[in-house]
């Protein structure tokens, strides 16, 4: 939803900088023409036009940070430079006024929904900034180099349509600044997002979503266009490749494509979506659930769609765990689970996946204990090198493999491996005796 918010945002803030209506120009005579249409002195286009589409990109910008607060890093970028390169001197403070006003208005209204959920006042973005900035929260995830977006990011998420983007890229700077305008803020958003020590592929993909006609022109122009002609000498010409080269080049690029989706959509880590799809359709009303996989490795509810009592292994932050079993212990507390320890010696908390981690064999064990009067979980999910260690404990209490799930050809860390066990419990026996 942010990439598709980010897109809408960004094309309508192109709309305000050179409207539809407006001839293509330069740089510096679309600084002009602008200040022509802020004040209503020519064409047809009034002041109260001219606020109307800063007002829709304005909103959608704020509309942005409200679902994710970390969108305010290109935002607020953004809007510096809008202001400073697209606004008119005599039209700066009414511009900033108005992006004030819409965000505090967007953010009475966020703070008045989480009032009514929350039972008490909550300001999520402050809570965002305080908690990944002011505290370094967001490093507990996971630190990288400042330089990771541009090192390892953008090659990642683009793979073979890199070069088609950067050709397209090149091409559009010599055309017109509108064609180059998009780039720069593609720019500002790869800055923006690497401030924090924290960075993930996900993150990038307003940015790849805004790199996008860049990759469209450079395509385009290589399949459809004959070999370009350029003033000069004939040497020079001749470092130009042919047409037919880069016409075969822009199909291969984006040809490579269609394994890499095929590959990551429908077999790479598909067993983390795919014991959901075991899940829901059990024919058992009374499954329930354990996961013994890291944090958020599966769609969980928003995938299942049952009302079926299923918990995951904790791993919130030091200091929050109390704050998210409250939260959620509506729907958690049909299972107890071992509580965070505290390590005096090293002044830390573990979490219950770090706890699970460190000895899986006795946390299950302290689990059924804590559970002796109450049912047991009907199905145990964990990846499979997990599992094979917990079999014969499991075997201990009625659980036998029902299913084992391929996952991946090659394991990206640690954490996830390339099989995903399902553990379901065979005995009629359901407690301690």
């Not at 064409?43 to 036009?49: D, E, Q």
């Amino acid at each position: 939803m942010e990439a598709s918010l980010t897109v809408l945002g960004v094309y309508l803030l192109l709309r305000d900088v050179f409207p539809l209506e407006a001839p293509a120009a330069t740089s510096r005579s679309s600084r002009s023409n602008i200040t022509t249409r802020a004040t209503g002195k020519e064409g047809s286009i009034t002041p109260s036009s001219y606020y109307l589409r800063s007002t829709k990109w304005i909103s959608i910008a704020a509309l942005c940070v409200a679902i994710r607060p970390s969108s305010a890093l290109f935002w607020g970028a953004t809007s510096l430079w809008y202001l400073a390169s697209w606004c008119p001197g005599e039209q700066r403070l009414n511009k900033a006024i108005l992006g004030i006003s819409i965000g505090l208005f967007v953010l009475f209204v966020t703070a008045l929904l989480d009032r009514v959920w929350y039972q008490r006042w909550v300001l999520v973005p402050w809570n965002f900034f305080a908690f990944n900035l002011l505290h370094g929260g967001s490093e507990l995830y996971g630190a990288h180099p400042w330089h990771w977006n541009l090192s390892c990011g953008v090659p990642t998420v683009l793979t073979t349509l890199l070069p088609l983007v950067l050709i397209g890229v090149y091409r559009a700077r010599e055309c017109s600044p509108q064609e180059f305008l998009l780039a720069k803020l593609v720019c500002i958003q790869l800055l923006a997002y690497s401030l924090p020590a924290h960075k993930e592929f996900r993150f990038l993909l307003p940015a790849l979503q805004l790199a996008m006609p860049y990759c469209g022109l450079a395509a385009a122009s290589l399949i459809e266009e004959g070999q370009r002609k350029k003033k000069g000498s004939v040497a020079a010409a001749s470092f130009i490749p042919s047409s037919t080269v880069r016409r075969r080049f822009a199909i291969a690029m984006l040809g490579l494509q269609v394994p890499v989706t095929l590959a990551f959509s429908l077999y790479h880590q598909r067993a983390q979506v795919q014991v959901m799809s075991y899940l829901q359709t059990s024919q058992s009303t009374s499954t329930s659930v354990l996961f013994l996989t890291p944090c958020h490795t599966t769609p969980y509810y928003s995938y299942i769609h049952k009302a079926i009592p299923m918990r995951f292994l904790d791993c919130s932050p030091p200091g929050w765990a109390d704050a998210v079993h409250q939260l959620n212990k509506d729907g958690t507390d049909w299972l107890q689970l071992p509580k965070f320890t505290r390590i005096a010696d090293v002044q830390s908390t573990l979490s219950q996946r770090q706890q699970f981690e460190s000895n899986p064999s006795g946390y299950i064990k302290m689990v059924f204990k804590l559970n002796s009067k109450i049912e047991w979980p009907q199905v145990i999910v964990g990846f499979g090198g997990t599992m094979d260690e917990l079999d014969a404990v499991l075997k201990q209490y009625g659980y036998r493999e029902k299913r084992r799930l391929w996952n991946c050809l090659v394991p990206v860390d640690s954490k996830n491996e390339c099989s995903v066990s399902v553990y379901e419990r065979q005995t009629a026996k359901n407690y301690f005796s």
